[in-house]
C-alpha cells in the first residue's frame, strides 16, 4: 500500500489557535510540554547547572511556542524556527502577550537561517518523523550548535504499538483522530537506534534515552479520546489526562539528548 502523504499544510490551517485548548495541536501541550522540559531541565541541570542567563536556544519546529516559552522563562535567549507562517504570527503574539523575547524565524531545519556554533543548546520536537531529509536536519542542528553544545530531542518511534496509536488511534480512526487528515507516515518515524547512527555520522554523541507517553493506566482515558474526538472534551484537558512523560517504554516515542563533540 502506498503511504499516504503528510499533511504539513496543516499547520498553516490550524495554526492560528495552538493555543486554544479545543485545538487538537494542543494535546501537545496539555501534559506533553511539562513532562518533556521537566526532562530536558534534568538533563540541563546535570550538563550544565542551573543558570542559564544569556545561553542561546534554538527551537527547531517551533510550532506555537509551546516549549520556547518554557525555555525563555528559565532564562534562555530563544530562537524559534519554524515553516508555517501562521504558526509564527501565533508564537510571536502570544510571547508578546507574556512579556516573553523570543525571535521567531521563517526555516526549514534542512537549512536553518542561522549562523553556524551560536547554540549552546538546541531541541527537536515532534519534528524529525516529518522531515524528508532526516540526515540533513541533523547536520544543521549540529552546525549550529556551539562545540561541547547539547542536542535534545523527541520523536515517534518506528514500532508495531507507535503504528496502533499514532497511526491507527490518532489519524486513523475515526471515533479518536485528531484531524481527518494524516499528520504521520510511520514509514518515516525513526528508531532510537537510526537516530544515533545519524547523530553520529555528524559529531554528536548520545547521551541518555527515555520513553515518552501517557503515564495514566486509568481505562477511562479511551473513552475520553473518543470524546474529545467529538468535540465533548478540550484536547488540552485530554492532554492533561494521559499525564504524558517520562517512561520505561520507548515503544510509542522516546525523548533524549546528545553532546556536540
Given amino acids: 500500500m502506498t503511504p499516504v502523504p503528510i499533511d504539513n499544510d496543516v499547520y498553516n490551517r490550524v495554526g492560528a489557535t495552538w493555543w486554544d485548548e479545543d485545538n487538537p495541536l494542543n494535546l501537545l501541550h496539555g501534559s506533553l510540554t511539562p513532562g518533556r522540559f521537566a526532562y530536558f531541565r534534568e538533563v540541563l541541570t546535570d550538563r550544565v547547572g542551573r543558570e542559564y542567563a544569556g545561553m542561546r536556544a534554538l527551537d527547531v519546529g517551533s510550532g506555537g511556542g509551546f516549549l520556547a516559552e518554557e525555555f525563555a522563562k528559565v532564562g534562555f535567549c530563544v530562537v524559534g524556527v519554524d515553516p508555517s507562517a501562521v504558526s509564527l504570527a501565533t508564537a510571536r503574539a502570544h510571547a508578546a502577550e507574556g512579556e516573553l ?18 547554540f549552546d543548546v538546541v531541541y527537536c520536537c515532534d519534528v524529525l518523523e516529518h522531515v524528508t531529509d532526516l540526515d540533513a536536519v541533523i547536520d544543521e542542528i549540529a552546525r549550529a550548535l556551539k562545540p561541547g553544545g547539547l542536542f535534545l530531542f523527541d520523536t515517534i518511534n518506528r514500532t508495531t504499538t507507535s503504528k496502533l496509536v499514532a497511526i491507527k488511534m490518532m489519524q486513523e480512526w475515526r471515533w479518536t483522530r485528531l484531524f481527518d487528515t494524516a499528520i504521520h507516515d510511520w514509514s518515516m518515524c525513526v528508531r532510537p537506534g537510526e537516530l544515533v547512527e545519524v547523530m553520529g555520522r555528524h559529531g554528536l554523541q548520545a547521551g541518555d534515552i527515555v520513553g515518552l507517553g501517557p503515564r495514566s493506566t486509568n481505562p477511562l482515558r479511551l473513552l475520553d479520546m473518543t470524546r474529545a474526538a467529538r468535540g465533548r472534551l478540550p484536547w488540552g484537558e485530554m492532554s492533561r489526562r494521559l499525564d504524558f512523560g517520562r517512561t520505561r517504554f520507548t ?6 539528548y546528545a553532546v556536540r563533540a
Fill in 101 to 118: 523575547e523570543i525571535e521567531y524565524l521563517l526555516g526549514i531545519g534542512e537549512k536553518l537561517p542561522v549562523r553556524g556554533t551560536e
Fill in 251 to 256: 515503544g510509542i516515542s522516546y525523548m533524549g
